[in-house]
């Protein structure tokens, strides 16, 4: 499916034909290489493109809670940069964000609460800046000193 095709489908449940276009222009405000890409199909983009044409068809249902599962990877650093910035400025909009990610220093740096999970198990939780500053988290999981 085209790029077009790929965000309508994310506002399937909605028959408000108007609503759907004003979705899709928020979507390509939000990611503009995607209105240049509008014809494309969606299994020909960048890995970083895909990652936006995904979180773009998940805004098109106007979702209350955005669930992003490992949205970084692959990415180069300066991608992982523009989708983070990205999260951060949907979650500010009003959409709530639920992040797994492994990433850990990206993910606490932009979350407002943190799990840590070892092995399937919660081993650590609290508000993100406390775990982003926690010597536990530091050393296994953030490679040692972050330079705080």
């Known amino acids: 499916m085209s790029v077009w095709e790929n965000l309508e489908m994310g506002a399937y449940l909605n028959s408000d034909e108007k609503e759907k276009d004003s979705l899709i222009e928020m979507v390509y405000t939000r990611f503009p290489r995607l209105k240049e890409r509008h014809n494309q199909q ?17 805004l098109m249902a106007k979702p209350k809670v955005l669930l992003l599962d ?68 530091i050393n296994a999981y953030l490679g040692g000193d972050t330079g705080d």
């Open 42 to 58: 969606g299994g020909t983009l960048s890995g970083g493109e895909q990652q936006m044409l995904a979180i773009g068809r998940g």
């Open 70 to 137: 490992e949205p970084s990877m692959g990415l180069s650093p300066i991608m992982v940069e523009q989708i983070f910035d990205t999260i951060r400025e949907i979650n500010q909009s009003g959409t709530s964000i639920l992040l797994v990610e492994q990433n850990a220093l990206m993910a606490l740096s932009i979350a407002d609460r943190g799990y840590v999970l070892d092995t399937g198990k919660v081993v650590l939780e609290g508000p993100a800046n406390d775990l982003l500053h926690n010597p536990v988290v």
